[in-house]
């Protein structure tokens, strides 16, 4: 193994440097994913295959990007609220509250499909303002405050529907709902297209506008933020509103694709793996950098993994255990303590 | 007793006392609306039913006062139950045998997540995340579905009770849970384990300067509350007569829900052995209120959220005024 290939090995560079951005850290999420997309070109050819069927395509590659909407989507609000130097534990009940009240608009009340969806993510950016409130205002620890609506959102979207699984009727509104989870535009699926568009539209904002700066600023250093007469409190309700807005979004694909409001199961788990898509793109838990560009390549990593194990046969029960020493492997080899006992073990 | 002395005390323990009261008004409100509920019989079922969130909880106040956060005690709760009834049914080992197995397993992997907590810095959260993942999916490998638990052994711990009095009992679950109680009180209240986790949880860094072992505690922290979350999928068996891979999902929730309910500061540093304990008889009477009012189980997980967000206005309240 030659030196060159052990960035480590390197004489330790500053240890933070809050407003270099991260680039760079998406780097082993990068090779991860492609290591991922070459054992799957040698091993199942069918893997790279997209045909057109009916006019629309078809593939595994397409259908990482549609499985892995909803981890996109998430991912894109959580990394925002991390760069703050937060954590938003709620997501996944958020998803439930925002696709139960989608439902029953769409069932019980007898709306049209965009009020439905509109009434959702309402709700959803709601839900993450008072998160954001709570952080920002109250001053509690990001994971005490959000820990309020992950134990209790779910209990809030099960009370509204009546502790029922509200299943979408087979009228023409929600038939035109469930585009959202099932459609497709110029061939390809709309919730890939939803969750790259609100990628790339994030993107252009956080770059060309100054909210970017001010989202690392806040998390870097609030107190110099505010000497520098930047209100952090209100960049921070700004940040948990739009994760809040993203859970929403999600919590609509959620509901279109299975066809009924589940709010056991809706979103169970899926804060973890957007938390998890942001670590391992690159964003530093402790906020002040971040990298939408690595969060979206971790999430498309987490997704091509899982996909990669389910053509393998792996039962989707048994997955998490591979995602889980896949994520263990990246934070460590991100942490600056396990790669000095790796070198001091090598070289004593 | 100076002044300050006196409002230092009461500023410690108003948590604590909230907690009491409001399990008092709890109880005693509901006995007095329901016929029936002020009876040792809600009160034994309320130490049966929650004896292994109770267990839990118990583990989790320490890790929590040590400034860290457990995620995995549900997948382990899961694992053990499932581990359990697999031992005990499919490979016909004794049942204390598959016990012993189990709390081995549970403490060796709490360790192993303290040890990278501790020693490579990764942020407990993070690290337990993973733990959760691990642990429910190796659940799915012992067996991907419910097995039932039916040996004499077990039958025999079902008869075991001691009378608490008009003719209810108090449980072997409930008797672990209690028992437990007490060792974790005596643990965090006179050894120096006890003290350290105090120390490390109020300030890690000055911890680390006065000389204190802080990597050993962590781990032995965290190694202790997988010991817990083992015991706790045990009781867990004990109630249900049977072990299942999904059972006890997102049961961490509401074991720090208890836990900070129950007076314990999410930040480390300070907390209540007794106040979980109290934490964890409210959020049961909780769902006893809605069961017997025939209200939506639902109403309960909202109510624990509220009561939540009480606590931690509350403790941001206390928290800030002595600094004035």
Redesign the interface.
């Known amino acids: 193994m030659g030196t060159d290939a052990e960035p480590a090995t390197d004489p330790p560079a500053p240890r933070r440097r809050p407003f270099s951005g991260a680039k760079g850290g998406f780097i082993w999420p990068l090779c991860g994913l492609i290591a991922l997309l070459v054992f799957n070109y040698f091993t199942s050819p069918s893997f790279f295959s997209l045909e057109i069927r009916d006019g629309h395509l078809y593939g595994s590659l397409v259908d990482i990007f549609n499985r892995g909407s909803i981890g996109i989507v998430l991912a894109v609000g959580m990394t925002l609220v991390i760069a703050t130097g937060g954590?938003d534990l709620s997501v996944g009940s958020v998803m439930a509250i925002s696709g139960a009240i989608a439902a029953l608009m769409l069932g019980d009340v007898g709306a049209g499909p965009v009020v439905a969806g509109f009434c959702g993510i309402v709700a959803a950016t709601f839900a993450g303002l008072v998160n954001g409130f709570?952080v920002a205002v109250?001053?509690?620890?990001p994971?005490?405050?959000t820990?309020?609506?992950?134990?209790?959102?779910?209990?809030?979207a099960?009370?509204i529907t009546?502790?029922r699984v509200i299943a979408l009727r087979d009228d023409a509104d929600a038939t035109a709902f469930e585009a959202i989870g099932t459609g497709h535009v110029f061939g390809l699926p709309v919730p890939a297209l939803l969750a790259v568009g609100l990628f790339l539209a994030t993107l252009v904002i956080v770059r060309r506008t100054v909210l970017g700066v001010f989202v690392t600023a806040v998390g870097a250093n609030e107190r110099a933020s505010r000497a520098a007469g930047l209100q952090g409190r209100n960049v921070k309700l700004a940040a948990y509103a739009f994760c809040g807005f993203c859970a929403g979004l999600a919590g609509l694909i959620d509901v279109a694709n299975i066809r009924a409001a589940d709010t056991i199961n809706s979103g169970?788990f899926t804060e973890?793996d957007a938390?998890?898509a942001v670590?391992v793109g690159g964003t530093v838990?402790t906020g002040g950098r971040f990298t939408l560009l690595g969060s979206f390549v971790g999430a498309l990593l987490l997704q091509t993994l899982l996909t990669t194990m389910y053509s393998y046969g792996v039962?989707a029960?048994?997955?998490?255990?591979?995602?889980?020493?896949v994520?263990?492997m990246v934070?460590?080899l991100q942490?600056?303590?396990?790669r000095d006992?790796f070198r001091w073990g090598r070289s004593p | 007793m100076g002044p300050i002395a006196m409002r230092l005390r009461l500023r410690s323990s108003a948590p604590l006392a909230a907690t009491a009261a409001i399990f008092m008004a709890l109880f005693g409100g509901a006995a007095t609306a329901f016929e029936g509920f002020g009876s040792t019989f809600v009160l034994a079922d309320l130490l049966t039913e929650n004896a292994f969130l109770g267990v839990a909880a118990l583990g989790m106040t320490l890790v929590i006062i040590s400034g860290g956060?457990d995620l995995s005690v549900g997948s382990v709760i899961g694992f053990t139950s499932i581990f359990v009834a697999s031992l005990i049914t499919d490979h016909g080992l004794p049942p204390l045998v598959a016990w012993a197995m189990a709390l081995v397993a549970g403490t060796v992997f709490g360790a192993v997540m303290g040890l990278?907590i501790a020693?490579?810095?990764?942020?407990p959260?993070?690290?337990t995340?993973?733990?959760?993942?691990?642990a429910?999916?190796?659940a799915?490998?012992v067996r991907?579905e419910s097995v039932r638990i039916d040996h004499p052994f077990y039958d025999t711990l079902g008869d075991v009770g001691v009378p608490l009095g008009g003719g209810a009992e108090l449980t072997l679950s409930a008797m672990i849970f209690l028992g437990l109680f007490l060792v974790v009180l005596l643990v965090s209240r006179v050894t120096r384990f006890g003290r350290n986790l105090y120390a490390i949880g109020g300030d890690e860094d000055s911890a680390l300067l006065m000389g204190l072992p802080v990597t050993r505690t962590k781990v032995a922290v965290y190694a202790f509350n997988g010991f817990c979350s083992a015991l706790a999928g045990i009781v867990l068996t004990l109630y249900t007569d049977s072990g299942n891979?999904t059972s006890a999902?997102?049961v961490e929730?509401?074991a720090?829900?208890a836990v900070?309910i129950g007076g314990t500061l999410?930040?480390g540093g300070v907390g209540f052995v007794t106040g979980t304990l109290l934490g964890v008889l409210i959020y049961g009477t909780i769902y006893q209120i809605t069961y017997f009012a025939n209200l939506?189980?639902?109403?309960?997980?909202?109510t624990?959220?509220?009561l939540?967000?009480a606590f931690?206005?509350l403790q941001?309240w206390l928290g800030r005024a002595p600094a004035d």
């Open positions: 954590v709570l109250v001053r509690v620890q994971i005490v405050a820990l309020v609506l992950m134990v209790s959102g779910r209990g809030i099960r009370f009546g502790e169970v973890l938390i998890f670590v838990l039962a029960d048994t997955a998490p255990i591979y995602k889980s020493l994520i263990l934070c460590l942490s600056r303590e396990f006992a | 956060i990278v020693r490579f810095k990764l942020p959260f993070l690290a995340l993973c733990g959760l993942f691990f429910r999916g190796m799915f490998v991907n891979p999902t997102a929730l509401d720090i829900a900070v999410l930040s939506p189980a639902s109403l309960g997980s909202i624990i959220g509220g939540l967000l931690i206005v941001k």
